[in-house]
């Protein structure tokens, strides 16, 4: 069974830093890999999405990066705001399937 | 998300009564999903739809039933509510070819007493 991991499980950081969310998977059978943000009492928006065949995806500040072979990808968020604050989550789509398996996700707090 | 819809948005209904939960989607999507998200759990898939009336089972699946008669509902079902119950249930769609993610709608908020 797919199991995807998140760390840190939370994060706080005052607002322009840059940093960095993991996340890691333990079978690189994967077809792709998709980032999401959750707000408090929200559903999940979709940030990046990732083929397998792919090395990284950019949305203005964000950047998704893909090493498949090691079961690792990465969310880089650039001069982070504190309307960053949410959970991200990771979740990756196994080759044979279509079912999302996600991590528990990580909590950023941008403090002003 | 305009594509997906689910209703209601939250209900609060008794042990042991029958609760039906709807997902409508417009994006003419083949896969439907249904997940549950709990704390400490995370989402965990419940049942999910690979075209009408074919629907196949997920990881948390005891305690509920889905149906899809047409490719744009998926119906979610507990035959007789528990508390173990009580949750957020999500509903997702997503193609199964190209450059395609899943998109989620904005969940059902589900209290058993």
């Known amino acids: 069974k797919q199991e995807v991991t998140q760390i840190p499980a939370a994060l706080s950081v005052p607002e322009g830093e840059n940093l960095v969310l993991n996340c890691s998977f333990t079978d690189s059978a994967i077809y792709n890999l998709q980032w999401f943000r959750q707000d408090p009492g929200k559903g999940l928006t979709s940030l990046l999405l990732i083929q397998s065949s792919q090395r990284e995806q950019t949305s203005g500040r964000l950047n998704a990066s893909l090493d498949k072979s090691s079961g690792r990808s990465t969310l880089y968020i650039a001069a982070s705001q504190p309307g960053d604050s949410a959970t991200y989550l990771c979740?990756?789509?196994?080759?044979?399937?279509?079912?999302?398996?996600f991590g528990k996700g990580t909590s950023l707090l941008v403090t002003p | 998300d305009a594509g997906i819809t689910q209703s209601p948005r939250h209900k609060v209904t008794e042990t042991g009564t029958p609760v039906t939960l709807r997902c409508h989607q417009t994006?003419?999507?083949?896969?439907m999903y249904w997940y549950r998200q709990d704390p400490g759990h995370g989402l965990r898939l419940i049942h999910y739809s690979y075209g009408v009336k074919d629907t196949d089972k997920g990881e948390v699946s005891d305690g509920y039933s889905v149906s899809r008669s047409k490719t744009e509902d998926f119906l979610l079902t507990l035959e007789s509510a528990t508390s173990s119950q009580t949750s957020v249930y999500f509903c997702?769609?997503?193609?199964?070819?190209?450059?395609?993610?899943?998109?989620f709608g904005s969940g059902t908020r589900l209290t058993v007493v």
């Open positions: 994006e003419n999507h083949r896969y």
């Open positions: 997702a769609i997503s193609e199964s070819e190209g450059n395609y993610g899943y998109t």
């Open positions: 979740a990756v789509r196994p080759d044979s399937g279509y079912a999302l398996n």
